[in-house]
């Protein structure tokens, strides 16, 4: 079956491919102590700043969780969107390992603002009920909307007005990234994030993730926090070798743009057909539609994708790195078909 269900379903870019094959050459020191871990380290230095402290993992709800164990006492809270990633899709992870409670406010378009964080901190009756520590934003949204650097800066100061940090989730941070026109430390580091949570799994790679922390204060901990986690690979050459394929000659860039123009050539597409509302701006890779309940059933025999809310026939397109437009402009004609094949036999 085709695929627009997610950019988690694509391969590996041949070009990683061709870094865990150099790093299979010969043997290496284990956890960490080898030539290629510090040279992908290096080359996240390039792109965030020379005295951030990095640690590579393979997964991106490890990353997370890590990265917010930084910040946080178990008696302490994170401020999140009612939709991220770690309130919807972590399993309770989170607070789990962490021990702290989430605390979701209702997004507008995934997003959070200044004035958001502002108003859950206010009337906490300390210490009877959880303070707000940690303000987590998700960069790009789970709706695929992208916040502007005036959008994080914004967050980031009501967060210092209140003595709370900020973590990024930055799952598809090269996708935002990319929709803007900006490089990674302008949407990081130059607007007050703390802590970020940087995957390329989503991006070409095949189990590659990374935590930046911007304060070197807050390594001081981390690998005991990483091992405690599971996450210190024994061959770790293998997770930095992606990383340093992905940063380097802008391939993460290159993907990322890939994925995005592909998402909007979709969008344009679909939204041509009769029935079909696009129902976020297309800033990253993400395409959201409602789409007849019938079409979706039609479509669905051939395409995968999720339907994102049953109730009102709301789904979710994904593109990737290694969309073409061949696959998009046969998956928009298959669009159009079954809506037209669903209002003739009367379902909409």
Not at 110 to 131: F, I, S
Not at 249 to 263: I, P, Q, S, T, Y
Not at 272 to 284: G, K, M, W
């Amino acid at each position: 079956m085709k695929d627009f269900a997610s950019d988690n379903t694509a391969g590996v870019h041949p070009l990683v491919l061709d870094a865990l094959s150099r790093a299979n050459a010969g043997r290496a020191p284990a956890y960490g102590d080898d030539e290629v871990t510090a040279r992908a380290a290096a080359r996240v230095r390039e792109q965030f700043g020379p005295e951030v402290e990095v640690f590579f993992v393979w997964g991106g709800t490890a990353a997370n969780v890590l990265g917010l164990s930084t910040m946080l006492a178990p008696y302490q809270g994170v401020i999140c969107t009612d939709i991220a990633h770690i309130e919807e899709d972590e399993c309770a992870a989170p607070e789990r390992f962490t021990g702290s409670k989430l605390l979701p406010v209702r997004s507008r378009g995934g997003k959070l603002t200044g004035e958001d964080v502002a108003a859950r901190v206010q009337g906490v009756n300390y210490p009877h009920q959880v303070m707000p520590r940690v303000v987590s934003v998700t960069q790009a949204t789970e709706y695929g909307t992208v916040y502007t650097p005036a959008e994080l800066r914004a967050i980031s100061d009501a967060a210092r007005a209140h003595g709370l940090r900020v973590h990024m989730d930055g799952a598809r941070l090269a996708n935002a990234a990319a929709g803007l026109g900006l490089p990674l430390r302008a949407l990081t580091a130059d607007v007050g994030v703390d802590v970020l949570s940087f995957g390329g799994t989503k991006n070409g790679g095949l189990a590659a993730e990374a935590v930046v922390l911007f304060d070197p204060a807050l390594a001081r901990d981390f690998p005991a926090l990483r091992k405690q986690g599971m996450q210190l690979a024994s061959k770790m050459r293998f997770v930095s070798a992606q990383v340093e394929a992905l940063l380097t000659d802008d391939l993460w860039l290159r993907n990322a743009r890939c994925a995005n123009a592909m998402a909007r050539r979709l969008a344009e597409r679909a939204s041509a057909v009769e029935d079909i509302t696009i129902t976020q701006p297309v800033e990253a890779n993400a395409v959201f539609a409602i789409v007849p309940a019938a079409a979706v059933q039609l479509l669905q025999q051939t395409f995968r994708f999720y339907v994102w809310n049953e109730r009102t026939s709301e789904v979710r397109w994904m593109t990737s790195f290694d969309t073409s437009e061949p696959d998009v402009d046969a998956f928009a004609d298959a669009i159009g078909s079954a809506v037209r094949a669903a209002r003739v036999s009367g379902g909409r």
